[in-house]
């Protein structure tokens, strides 16, 4: 086995991929928060009063407030005085195609390896790419507006449909929820939004790409999605950060509202700078992810695979408040080196039949701690509710944690609620197996490793699926002890 | 004091200041130390309030509200003495320990084994070895310990109480620790501690019954809070066996820390049937290696019930084997809580640790929380854990129905199956009929109510 360590050890060096900056002329405001921040950032956005105001009362909530320590994590203490809450790249005219926008930017999306141009066009997959802010260029919006899908930038839907952010905006995640979502509120840049009409199958799969780019800047951004009646959509979000010594804040919040019998699949794949070997830098990413399944037979499903960021703070939940609604959570969580993940999901349900299914997936590897917390809820009106959740860790090295902490609160006596956990290792005689079939070590790890993911593997698009297995090899590579 | 605690109510913090006054000129006793030491710990640290994760689910201000005494020793009435007598013949009473109150009664109490030795602890003389070796085992605990209530324990323990069980002595024979606690006209905090030291290759059997008399004012509650002790040697083998019978209006919290040398053996078992709240807290400390521990737990609950059972378990070493299981039902308004934690340390290769936790619902008002945990830091381990939480099987429901039993019937007989899985270990036959037949009148109780 002292060939796999040493494979391991050559491959745990290997550097983060996306680390680079470009030189995008950026539009900043000074490093600091208070009220004055928070007016600058809603002035630059050109937002209504109403807008001010909700980010104003959020600012006050956040003040309230304290940072919450119960997470299984270690974080450096955050300065949040230290950070520039705004930033844009100059350059803001508005855009026709993609021609016009600026050259280093397309370099950067060529870069990050997005076929932002014609691979993603014939690929089938309108992209509203997001850098440090505001939302540089959306593409495929005509195609979509034809069926009545409003998918555009955040700051776009607050100046063309103010209505609806205002209905929706905080009802699935109220600015008090926690003291993340109510720094998010009070200072969020730009986002994404979406709003699926009654009764449209969105044709294509929606995605967006997040990168932070300028130094020192958190990035704030806000996912609203609202799936009317028996509508569908599949939202893709990808996120890549370039390599930087100090730690970068990440606190955004999406919320999906899906009603009767609608269906929103969200999926998640999260590479952004862990780190280097010696734990120095990396990405905070403390995200606050919540679904309402608020009519009858509505289902949200959540897939992630996380294998960046320093920390990362992350619970997408679902709360089946419809009779017959449904939750999915499939997520692969992979830590090396110095990382840390609290991760999971929870599960309320409130309304009749409802179910929930929960498949996580942890590995950990190099002296990376990596936790699953989860909670199921099952409330006293939630009759017949049905729960299974399966959470299985991966060791890989003797220098690493992993950790299960589910919460299991049941009032109704008629609920089933199945939990179930191990914790193991690749086994020798697996890995004998393979190589006596002549394997190397390393693609018999891989092998070993896409095997255990493969469920949630299932559970991605296309394009995702392949990116995400990629990055799994890229974060693992011969990592087994 | 942090965030998750609550200050020491005044009518708790007196009681310390009144035990002292009636102790008459013991309290220059090496142990009154430790009593005042536990105080104080105590004073800073405060008790749990919800904020506290590990008392997430169970609030105790029903406990700390109350206004107890201090129960004076040597008083039982004659309806005690009959409870006491028909409870030892469980064993034909051959080796029983009794505490009324808390308070250990030698004169109701026989223990006649060879290489058994019983002593309470202020009999000790005063520079012996043994008690310089006891003191410091207590003191290591209430310093280190985060849980208050072995602190309070030890402040109000008017003498604690010592098992020795010598080198290769093996008993098969259950020893038991009859607790039986009356009161007339006033609240009881009771406080009996409890050390056992066995030791290498020793075998011994323990039956702990907690019985309450419920002849009182019906305002009058019993808030046992238990503390034991229990070293458990090289290749020693310690059997606890815990049937729980408490009024509905009394609490317990026992508290049990086992420490575990190379090559031994914990077993303990836990069947809680009465009490308005009882709070298990009990903890193993793998010291050494190829260590076996198992845990098991049911609860059978009715009316305002409340049941909570924390386990931690500690593999510090290697080729350690732990299994844990814990089985409730829960009918009424009663509550069910679980929280078992496994920490695998670095060093612990090769762990293989098992923890299960099976809840039936038979009430709509009734809720289970429950809150397996793993928390592993080696790779080479086999770790699992489940939890289930539902309603008795319509299938088997209707296969038993199928067979001509009715509903009552079938729905008592695939309870008591539930339960039975973790009564089926226990390995004494006179104790598992004993618990199995205490287990079915309650969940004879629990269909009627």
């Not at chain 1, 009759?383 to 003797?398: I, P, Q, Y």
């Not at chain 1, 018999?444 to 896409?450: D, E, F, K, P």
């Not at chain 2, 934690?341 to 009734?366: G, M, P």
């Given at each position: ?48 009063e109403?807008?001010?105001?909700w ?10 407030m ?46 990050l ?38 998918f ?11 209505e ?36 449209v ?41 370039p ?19 609608a ?32 009519g ?7 897939t ?20 017959h ?53 099952i ?15 991966l060791?890989m ?56 993911c493969k ?7 296309m ?18 002890g | ?33 430790l ?13 749990p ?41 469980i ?23 060879e ?43 008017r ?84 049937i ?33 709240i ?39 070493k ?31 290769q ?100």
């Amino acid at each position: 086995m002292s060939d796999s360590m040493q494979t391991l050890e050559q491959h745990t060096k290997s550097e983060y991929k996306y680390g680079w900056t470009s030189d995008i002329e950026m539009d900043m405001i000074p490093k600091g928060l208070n009220e004055e921040v928070v007016k600058m950032i809603s002035a630059k956005k050109n937002e209504p009063e109403w807008l001010l105001n909700w980010r104003l009362e959020a600012f006050e909530i956040w003040k309230q407030m304290k940072e919450p320590d119960w997470a299984k994590l270690n974080i450096n203490p955050i300065d949040y005085q230290d950070i520039i809450y705004y930033a844009a790249p100059k350059k803001q005219k508005k855009l026709n195609s993609l021609d016009e926008a600026d050259p280093e930017l397309i370099k950067t999306f060529e870069r990050l390896g997005i076929p932002l141009q014609e691979q993603k066009v014939m690929a089938g997959v309108a992209v509203d790419a997001v850098i440090d802010s505001v939302s540089v260029t959306t593409t495929f919006k005509k195609k979509l507006g034809e069926l009545g899908i409003i998918f555009c930038s955040f700051s776009e839907a607050v100046q063309e449909h103010p209505e609806l952010v205002r209905e929706y905006i905080g009802s699935v995640v109220p600015r008090n929820d926690n003291y993340f979502a109510a720094l998010n509120s009070a200072v969020f840049s730009d986002g994404s939004f979406c709003y699926i009409p009654k009764g449209v199958r969105c044709p294509m799969e929606l995605s967006t790409y997040f990168r932070i780019n300028a130094a020192n800047t958190g990035q704030f951004e806000r996912t609203l999605i609202v799936a009317e009646d028996d509508s569908y959509v599949s939202y893709l979000e990808g996120c890549t950060a370039p390599m930087r010594d100090e730690n970068q804040l990440h606190a955004a919040v999406v919320e999906i509202y899906a009603k009767d019998r609608a269906f929103v699949k969200y999926s998640t794949v999260q590479n952004w700078y862990p780190g280097d070997k010696d734990g120095k830098g990396g990405v905070y990413n403390f995200v606050t992810k919540r679904g309402l399944c608020a009519g009858y037979q509505s289902r949200i499903s959540w897939t992630q695979v996380e294998t960046g960021s320093a920390i990362t703070w992350k619970y997408p939940s679902c709360v089946l408040k419809g009779d017959h609604s449904k939750g999915e959570f499939y997520s692969i969580a992979v830590t090396n080196n110095h990382q840390q993940a609290d991760t999971g999901t929870k599960m309320i349900h409130l309304g009749k039949n409802t179910k929930s299914t929960i498949i996580s997936k942890g590995i950990s590897a190099g002296f990376s701690h990596n936790t699953y917390r989860g909670l199921v809820k099952i409330g006293k009106k939630a009759t017949n509710a049905h729960n299974f959740s399966e959470c299985d860790s991966l060791l890989m090295g003797d220098r690493c944690g992993a950790h299960t902490f589910p919460y299991i609160e049941i009032e109704n006596q008629t609920a089933k609620v199945e939990h179930e956990a191990t914790t193991s290792k690749i086994g020798a005689d697996q890995l004998f197996y393979c190589t006596q079939r002549g394997l190397s070590d390393e693609d018999a790890i891989n092998l070993i490793v896409n095997g255990y993911c493969k469920e949630v593997f299932n559970e991605l698009p296309m394009e995702f699926a392949v990116e995400a297995q990629k990055l799994l090899e890229i974060s693992l590579e011969g990592s087994v002890g | 004091m942090s965030k998750y605690h609550i200050e020491i109510p005044s009518h708790f913090s007196e009681l310390f200041g009144r035990l002292e006054n009636s102790l008459n000129g013991q309290s220059d006793k090496p142990y009154h130390r430790l009593r005042k030491k536990g105080s104080e710990l105590l004073m800073k640290q405060g008790f749990p309030s919800t904020r506290n994760e590990d008392y997430k689910y169970t609030a105790l201000n029903r406990v700390f509200n109350e206004k107890y005494e201090i129960p004076e020793s040597g008083k039982i009435s004659a309806q005690g003495k009959t409870a006491i007598e028909s409870i030892k013949k469980i064993t034909q009473g051959e080796s029983s320990l009794c505490f009324v109150n808390g308070i250990y009664q030698a004169e109701f109490s026989s223990l006649n084994l060879e290489g058994v030795q019983l002593i309470q602890l202020s009999q000790l003389e005063e520079n012996s070895s043994k008690l310089r070796d006891v003191l410091e085992k207590i003191d290591e605990t209430i310093s280190h310990t985060d849980n208050p209530f072995i602190r309070l324990n030890t402040s109000l323990c008017r003498d604690p109480l010592l098992l020795f069980v010598e080198r290769g002595v093996k008993i098969d024979t259950p020893i038991q620790l009859i607790h039986y606690y009356e009161t007339e006209n006033s609240s009881l905090i009771a406080s009996p501690q409890l050390i056992i030291m066995a030791e290498e290759s020793s075998e011994i059997s323990l039956l702990e019954t907690h019985l309450s008399s419920s002849s009182r004012n019906n305002t009058c509650k019993v808030f046992s809070n238990v503390f034991q002790r229990m070293l458990v040697g090289k290749n020693a083998r310690i059997k606890h066996h815990k049937i729980q019978e408490l009024n509905k209006e009394d609490f317990l919290i026992h508290n049990l820390i086992a420490s575990q040398e190379k090559d031994s053996h914990f077993y303990a078992i836990t069947a809680d049937l009465g009490s308005r709240i009882t709070r298990n807290n009990l903890e193993v400390h793998l010291k050494d290696s190829n260590t076996w521990t198992e845990m098991f737990g049911l609860f059978a609950s009715n009316g305002q019930q409340h049941i909570d059972n924390q386990t931690f378990l500690d593999h510090a070493k290697p080729h350690c084997e732990s299994r844990e299981w814990y089985k409730g039902v829960l009918g009424g308004r009663s509550r069910g809580v679980f929280n078992g934690k496994v920490l695998v340390r670095q060093d612990a290769q090769k762990t293989n640790a098992f923890q299960q936790n099976n809840t039936l619902l038979i009430s709509d008002n009734a809720r289970m929380d429950s809150k397996p945990q793993l928390e592993i830091y080696a790779d080479d381990v086999k770790c699992s854990h489940g939890a289930t939480i539902g309603y008795m099987d319509s299938e088997v429901m209707f296969y038993l129905k199928s067979r001509g039993l009715d509903e009552q019937q079938a729905g008592e007989l695939i309870k008591i199956a539930f339960l039975a899985e973790v009564f089926e270990s226990v390995e004494n036959e006179s104790i598992r009929n004993l618990i199995a037949e205490k287990v079915i009148v309650k969940l004879r109780t629990i269909y009627e109510s």
